[in-house]
C-alpha cells in the first residue's frame, strides 16, 4: 500500500485515515487503491492539504474544485476525478522571492506555530463534523471558524 493507514470510528461509522506516502505530487497513485480497497465512494473521500492562496489560520471545505495548483490535487484528480471533498489549510503566501514548494514544507516559525496548531485541531474537528454531519456542515463551519478569524 501507498499509504499510511489507521482505521478508527467516529460516532457509529467507520472512518480509514490515510497518510500518502508517495511524493505530494503523486498522492493520486494512493488515494485511487484506497478507495477500492474499501470500496468508498468518491463522495466520501475528504482530502486535507495546505493552501497557500489562504492566509494562514483560514480553513475551507470544498467539493468538486480543480485542483487550484496544489500539485498533490492535482494527482487525485488526475486518479479518481473530482466529486470529492477538500479541506484547504491557509498557510499563506511565502514571503519575497521563496519558492511555495520549499515554503510549504518548511517548519512553521515560532509566531506561526500556536495558529498552526489550532489549524490542525479546528481540521481536525471539520473532519468529525464531515463524517457526523456531511459535507454541508463541514463546509458552513469552516466558513464561520474563518469568520471569527476576522
Known sequence: MRAEVAETRI?????????PSTFMNESGQAVAPLLRYYDTSLDRLLVIHDEIDLPLGVLRVHFDRGSGGNNGVSSVIRSVGRKFWRVRCGVGRPPGSRQPADYVLERFGTREREEAELVMQHAADLVELFVTEGGEAA?????????DLD
Not at 460516532?11 to 497518510?19: D, E, F, K, N, Y
Open 11 to 19: 460516532g457509529s461509522s467507520r472512518v480509514v485515515l490515510a497518510r
Open 139 to 147: 463546509r458552513q463551519r469552516a466558513g464561520e471558524l474563518s469568520a
